[in-house]
């Protein structure tokens, strides 16, 4: 088994892009982190943590989140009314289809203003 603590994420805005992120997961306000406060963290649980770090031109990522079923219902009610454009298939992020190709409860995929791919399933 991996343990893993944190996950590193570059962005050219840290603040609106780990504010994107809390918001949509209904995690707290991302919080400065860092020497001179130009990342921000977005606490997750289990003492596991994003790390949004500055880049000019970020490389892009595909980060999944596995939740419970409630959980998974809140962050699509909250793509949906953000009217951010999801898709249950990573090959087609814009289905706004929530179903598990894989075989889960749900699953679905997002770009944010980086190019990163996030997906939550459940």
């Not at 949509?24 to 606490?43: F, K, Q, T």
């Not at 989140?65 to 409630?70: G, L, N, Q, S, Y």
Request: proline share 3%.
């Amino acid at each position: 088994m991996i343990q893993l603590d944190h996950l590193a994420v570059e962005a050219r805005d840290v603040a609106a892009s780990a504010r994107f992120l809390a918001d949509l997961l209904g995690l707290a306000e991302p919080v400065p982190e860092g020497e001179d406060d130009d990342m921000r963290r977005i606490d997750l649980d289990h003492g596991v943590f994003v790390l949004f770090s500055p880049a000019s031109e970020p490389r892009s990522s595909h980060v999944a989140f596995r939740v419970d079923v409630a959980r998974f219902g809140a962050i699509v009610d909250r793509l949906r009314a953000r009217g951010v454009v999801f898709g249950n298939d990573h090959d087609d992020t814009r289905n706004h289809r929530t179903d598990d190709l894989l075989g889960g409860e749900g699953r679905v995929y997002f770009h944010d203003a980086d190019g990163h791919l996030w997906e939550v399933a459940c």
